[in-house]
């Protein structure tokens, strides 16, 4: 699902660090070593229609390396 996060993403929590996250070898050879989180956090996004909705999106991110595969896992209204 293609989307765009409008504005900041709030109430951001850790729920993987480290070898709980079962993509680690798969993040670890496309973007490089580092202490890697699976985060998420709830923002609104502009979907491909136009629509714009409050949803819950998930995202590896790594210090040094930043955001990475952004992904919508639900939409909360």
């Keep these: 699902m293609f989307f765009e996060v409008r504005g900041e993403i709030a109430g951001v929590e850790t729920f993987a660090v480290g070898n709980?996250?079962?993509?680690?070898?798969?993040?670890?050879?496309?973007?490089?070593?580092?202490?890697?989180?699976?985060?998420?956090?709830?923002?609104?996004?502009?979907?491909?229609?136009?629509?714009?909705?409050?949803?819950?999106?998930?995202?590896?991110?790594?210090s040094g390396i930043g955001k990475k595969e952004l992904k919508v896992k639900r939409l909360v209204d």
């Design 20 to 62: 709980s996250i079962r993509e680690l070898p798969r993040l670890r050879k496309l973007y490089g070593p580092g202490r890697w989180r699976k985060r998420k956090g709830y923002a609104e996004v502009k979907l491909p229609n136009g629509t714009i909705r409050q949803a819950e999106p998930h995202w590896y991110q790594a």
